[in-house]
């Protein structure tokens, strides 16, 4: 169904970073279509930023959208909730969808709740499930509950649109089809859209900016026991080896060692990577709440009865100062191997 033949009643919400889209975007695009063909409606992406192309726009189309909403200007280039939700408001008043789904990225979880008030909805966080019930037509939003023991599904009869945010890699991108069609709109920006309270004075490049946890498909992290900031160098050369990103265990965090960014767990980030290699990371309840996704736990601590081997597929009893440097000179001769093979 293309957005000239009908309403687009489920939305999701596009994120980019210096006007590239984020992979999370057609994540989320995956999981509308399926939302909007069982209602028998259109499915609209929004892009709120600056710069993204054309060709990046014609992408969502490809990958299941039927139209997109283009909220560009320089001015909203970087995400700052207050104008993001009012430009967001002012298109949700304006076409009134039934469904919006974000990610529960930092800017997702910043802007879904800001935007929830805003249009006095209701919102469920960090869904793993989305579904449309047989006979209402209500979105059924899953997510765990009471410490992840339940999961707990839940509508929302009365409230529109209905908002959920989902986990960044907890679905895979449909594949891109040159034949599929879609509209493109251009919004225009009103000045009042940047109106907010917040007054940005500049932005700092995280010192272990190799990248965000959350979106990762390795993640290497470290914890207490690798006992001075410096000895994180173990981690940052294993996640450089493996092409992963940073993360780290809230001790390490609060000693310093590492920006919040790298946090995993109840009050840091949930990652779900297709590798998640904890190393001197003893495995308590609120680490583990933000790796329980990961496809594969790898855990070094030679405490037998570390609560990460526990979960881990593989847990490696083993001083990670022996241990990682072994694996590291290991990973190198095999790479060496390999280019000699020219594998
Ligand atoms: C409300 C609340 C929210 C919280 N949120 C978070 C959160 O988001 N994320 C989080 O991580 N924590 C969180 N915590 C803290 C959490 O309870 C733990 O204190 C923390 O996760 C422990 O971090 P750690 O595993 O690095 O340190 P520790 O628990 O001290 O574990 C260090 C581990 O290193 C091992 N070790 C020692 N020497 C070596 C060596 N040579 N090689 C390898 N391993 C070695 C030890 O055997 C030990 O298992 C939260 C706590 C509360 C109360």
């Keep these: 169904m293309s957005a000239e033949t009908c309403q687009c009643l489920v939305w999701t919400i596009a994120e980019q970073r210096d006007g ?7 994540e989320l695009l995956a999981r509308g279509r399926r939302l909007a063909d069982k209602l028998g409606t259109g499915l609209a992406s929004v892009v709120i930023g600056d710069g993204v192309s054309r060709e990046a726009m014609t992408e969502l189309v490809e990958r299941g959208a039927d139209a997109v909403y283009s909220v560009q200007d320089p001015r909203l280039a970087h995400f700052v909730c ?3 939700s009012n ?3 002012g298109l949700v008043s304006a076409y009134s969808p039934s469904v919006v789904l974000a990610a529960a990225t930092s800017s997702g979880r910043t802007l879904m709740p800001h ?7 209701g919102l469920t966080a960090d869904c793993t499930e989305l579904d449309i019930e047989e006979g209402t037509g209500l979105l059924l939003q899953t997510r765990p509950a009471i410490g992840g023991n339940i999961m707990a599904t839940i509508k929302t009869p009365d409230r529109r649109p209905q908002m959920a945010t989902v986990r960044p890699r907890s679905s895979r991108p449909l594949p891109r089809d040159p034949a599929r ?10 000045d009042s859209v940047m109106d907010g309270r917040v007054r940005v004075l500049g932005y700092r490049k995280d010192a272990d900016g190799s990248g965000c946890v959350e979106e990762a498909g390795i993640v290497v992290a470290g914890g207490k026991g690798l006992k001075k900031a410096e000895n994180l160098a173990l981690v940052r050369g294993l996640a450089e ?3 992963g990103v940073v993360g780290a265990s809230r001790e390490a965090v609060d000693r310093g060692w590492i920006g919040y960014p790298h946090q995993i767990g109840l009050s840091g980030k949930t990652v779900s990577p297709r590798l998640y290699v904890g190393i001197g990371i003893s495995g308590a309840i609120q680490h583990l709440a933000g790796i329980k996704t990961s496809e594969v736990i790898v855990s070094v601590n030679p405490d037998p009865d570390a609560n990460l081997h526990k979960l881990a597929d593989y847990a490696v009893v083993a001083d990670a100062f022996l241990f990682v440097p072994e694996l590291r000179r290991r990973l190198a001769a095999r790479k060496m191997e390999a280019d000699n093979h020219g594998e």
């Design 20 to 26: 590239a889209l984020k992979d999370v975007s057609f």
């Design 82 to 84: 207050e104008p993001y």
């Design 87 to 89: 430009a967001l408001s």
């Design 115 to 121: 935007l929830a008030v805003r249009v006095r909805a």
């Design 181 to 190: 069609r879609g509209i493109i709109v251009d919004v225009p920006v009103a």
């Design 241 to 243: 080896d493996l092409g």
